[in-house]
Structures are given as C-alpha cells and as structure tokens.
C-alpha cells in the first residue's frame, strides 16, 4: 500500500487531534458490551438530525441501503422509476434497482458538475415516482430547481449528501430540501466513519422514519394484543410482517461520527479555505477549476478540489508517483458500467459526464492539510502538467 505524504484523508490526525474522546466511545463500547444502538446510536441520530435540520434521522448499515431502504419506505412498486445522474458510484443505480426501481439516467450540467434538471424534466414518464438528487464532489446540485419539478410532477425529492454534509445552497443545507435526504459515512466521505458500515435516513416525516427503521430491522415490530399468534408463543417478541433487511449503524461508528460532528464546522471550513487557496494557486495554470467556486448562492463541502485537463491520466499517475494522493470519481461513467448493460444505454449517450470521466481528476482536500502542503501540490501539479 502506497505511504503518500499528502494522502486524501488523514485518520490519524484526526485521532491525535481529539484522542481523549475517541479513547472514551471505545472504551465505553467494549466494557460496556454497548455495541449496537445503545446511548451512541440514539446520540448521533438526534444530533445529526439537528444538523441537517431535519426532524428524524434514521441510521443504516451503509448509504446503499438508505437508499434501497428509503425507495421501500415511500412504496416503490417494481416497474417504478428514479430518475439519477451519469456520472455516480455505481452503488446508486444498484441500490435502486435492490428497492424495487428501475434507474433512468440523466446527464450533468457543467456548470456544478452535477444532475442537470433540464434533462430531469424531460425524462420524467408516467412511471417516473422518485428523483434522486446526487450533491456530487460535494457541490451542491441546482436542488430548488429539482424541488419544483418534483412538486410539479407530484414525485419523492431524494437528496444524496454523501458527500456534501454541510453544503449549502440558497442558504439551506444539504439535506434540507428534499422528501428524504441519504447519507453514506464510509472512509473518503466528508464525514467518515472507521470503517465501512454507516449510513443515514433524513426525513420530516415521522411515518417514512419509522418505516425505514422497521425494514431496517428485518421488517420486524413487536408483538401486541390482538395478534393471534401471540396466544401461542406468549414469549415471542417480535413479529416479521415484511421484506425487510440486516441494516444498523454499530455503537462504536456512532460514537466515532458523533465525537467528529462535533468538530465537523472546524473542518468544514478549513476544506473551504484549502479550496480558496488552490484556485489562487493553480488559476494561470491550464487546467479547468470549478465553476461554481465563484457562485454566490452556494458553498461547497469539497471532497476534493476538482480540475480537469484533458493530460489527466499521465497528470494523475505523475502526482501518485510524487506522493500526492489524488482521486479520479466517476469514471468509466455509470451507463458504461458492464453490470448495468441491460438499462440499454450506449457510448455518447451522456456527453458531458463522459467528458468528465475522461479529464477529471480530484485534489485532497483533508482539513489537516497545511498550507505549506496545499502548495506542494499546486507545485507538484505544475510540474506534472509540464511533463505530460
């Protein structure tokens, strides 16, 4: 495994920096034998909740069942379809289709590299029952626009903030605008948790959460009076009355994620700065930085600071080689992913998001950077871009 002295993200660093309360989540979990829901699970569902200014927060094993587990929740029929974005993990139209839909893909706008409600708009049919709303690179997508036409359309706003916890747009978060807002906490997001294994359910509606969190649980709830079964297993529990799954959030992840929300203004800003500092640096060098850094009515979360260049493959190898740890997300793009062949779409069918996944290339953009380092990789990339 490759040390690099400017990696993406710095666990580590993290852990010096709030040691103490770490020591504390792990100590209590394992004498306690707290470790799953218990104090820390309730803890950081509540506070998390609060933070995104929603009513109800749900935790799940991981972002793919937030959304398969959310698409459930609202009563999605086979044949149903979301409408999501080229350019995403191949997770998202998986964990669609695991909820029952059929995903039907839109292109970007280059503008915020993300979901384009132009093309929303014109792909909605009479099956059409949910759209998910992907924040990606942790920019915020042109969310206001989507809200209306979901309204318009009578469809489930599905927000995906996986990567832009603390995001604004129109000075609303992240997470405020839709239906549902999902979230995944795994190793690289914005907010991560230790290890693979941490999702999260946003809703104002009390009847959404308490469905995702019984499907969560196997489709379980309690036995109570008036049950006929309970007459002959009187000690029974809990009664299976639907599809449901395995999906919880562990005590140690909350407790670890709740001790970094704490902090997570701190380190959201200093993403902000190291994003500043980079168009700074690199804006005479011939590389495409993102538009939307000069937007008035939004502020990104930055996963990572995005460039393009169509020199980005030998760009990338370069500054691994150099041991700076840059990313490439999204590529080859969802449509052209083999395990999806059978959704029907070809090459060229989505134009930007393939121009994307040609020349797009991630910088860190970890809040324990220091500024020395932020220059390091504006020089190493300097001189990458000379070589290539």
């Not at 609202?74 to 139209?93: H, K, M, Q, R, Y």
């Not at 979901?115 to 759209?131: K, L």
């Not at 990572?304 to 080859?332: D, F, K, M, Q, S």
């Amino acid at each position: 495994m490759t040390a690099f002295r400017i990696p993406w993200t710095n666990e580590g660093a993290q852990y010096q920096a709030h040691r103490d309360e770490f020591d504390e989540v792990i100590a209590f979990v394992v004498h306690e034998g707290d470790v799953e829901n218990g104090k820390y699970v309730a803890q950081f569902e509540t506070d998390f909740a609060h933070y995104c200014r929603r009513k109800h927060a749900v935790s799940v094993g991981s972002g793919s069942d937030a959304i398969s587990l959310s698409l459930q929740a609202v009563g999605l029929s086979s044949g149903d379809e979301v409408i999501t974005v080229a350019n995403s993990c191949c997770s998202v139209p998986l964990a669609i289709i695991r909820g029952g839909g059929i995903p039907v893909l839109v292109d970007i706008e280059k503008e915020t590299f993300n979901i384009d409600p132009g093309h929303v708009e014109e792909a909605i049919t009479p099956r059409t029952r949910v759209i998910h709303a992907q924040h990606g690179y942790g920019i915020p997508c042109k969310i206001d626009a989507l809200w209306e036409i979901a309204k318009k359309h009578s469809l489930v706003l599905m927000e995906d903030i996986a990567v832009a916890v603390g995001a604004t747009y129109e000075g609303r978060r992240a997470g405020e605008w839709g239906d549902i807002a999902v979230c995944s906490f795994t190793a690289g997001k914005v907010l991560s948790s230790w290890a693979p294994g941490a999702g999260m359910v946003l809703t104002d509606s009390p009847t959404v959460a308490n469905k995702v969190r019984a499907l969560g649980h196997f489709g379980q709830r309690r036995l109570r009076e008036g049950d006929a079964i309970l007459e002959e297993f009187g000690v029974a529990r809990q009664l299976c009355v639907e599809l449901g799954m395995n999906s919880n959030l562990g005590a140690l992840q909350a407790g670890i994620l709740g001790v970094k929300l704490r902090y997570y203004g701190d380190a959201l800003k200093r993403r902000q700065e190291i994003a500043a500092q980079y168009r700074e640096l690199l804006e005479d060098l011939p590389v495409a930085l993102p538009p939307c850094q000069k937007a008035t009515n939004l502020v990104p979360a930055y996963r990572g600071y995005v460039i393009e260049t169509p020199a980005r493959n030998c760009v990338y190898e370069r500054l691994r080689e150099r041991g700076i740890e840059v990313r490439v997300h999204y590529t080859p793009p969802v449509h052209l992913q083999p395990a999806l062949a059978h959704l029907g779409y070809q090459y060229g069918g989505f134009p930007i998001a393939e121009g994307m996944a040609r020349n797009m290339m991630s910088l860190p953009v970890s809040p324990e950077m220091e500024e020395e380092q932020v220059g390091t990789v504006a020089s190493e990339l300097t001189t990458a871009l000379e070589e290539c």
